[in-house]
C-alpha cells in the first residue's frame, strides 16, 4: 500500500474484488472489508458479466438504422472530400504524420514529467521554462 500511495494510486472499489479464503459468505455479511480507504466489494455482490440482460430484437433494429445513417452519412462526406480534390493517400500520410506527433509529443510529456520529479515542482511550473503554451 505504501507504494500505490507514493506513487499516488487509488484502488477503484468497482474494479476490485475480494476472494475470502477461509471462513463462509455468511460469516462475512456484516463485515465490509477496507483497503487503502476504499471499501471492497465480496465477489458474491459483483455482478458478473453474464448478469447482463440481452437487448431485444427492437433494440438491435435502431441500433442497426443508427449504423447504416452513421455509414450513410460517412459515404456522403467521403465523396465531397473526394469532390474536393483529396485524395486516401494523402489522408493516410496525415493520419501517419499525427501518430508520429503524438508520439513525441508523449515522449516531451514524458520528459518534462520526469524533470519535474527531479525538481520536485509541477510540470505545468516548467512550461515557461521552454516557451510552452499550458493549452497545447
Known amino acids: 500500500m505504501d507504494c500505490m500511495r507514493a506513487n499516488k494510486l487509488k484502488l477503484n472499489p468497482d474494479k476490485t474484488e475480494m476472494l475470502l479464503v477461509n471462513g463462509s459468505p455468511d460469516q462475512m455479511m456484516d463485515v465490509r ?4 480507504e476504499v471499501t471492497l466489494p465480496l465477489k458474491e455482490q459483483v455482478p458478473s458479466p453474464t448478469a447482463c440482460q440481452p437487448a431485444n430484437k427492437d433494440t438491435l433494429q435502431r441500433e442497426i438504422e443508427v449504423l447504416k445513417r452513421k455509414d450513410l452519412a460517412l459515404d456522403q462526406e467521403i465523396a465531397q472530400l473526394s469532390a474536393e480534390g483529396y485524395s486516401l493517400e494523402e489522408l493516410e500520410d496525415h493520419i501517419s504524420l499525427l501518430h508520429e506527433y503524438n508520439e513525441i509529443k508523449d515522449s516531451g510529456q514524458m520528459l518534462l514529467g520526469r524533470l519535474a520529479v527531479i525538481r ?6 516548467l512550461y515557461p521554462e521552454f516557451d510552452l503554451d499550458v493549452n497545447d
Open 33 to 36: 472489508p477496507v483497503l487503502d
Open 120 to 125: 520536485g515542482v509541477t510540470t505545468r511550473e
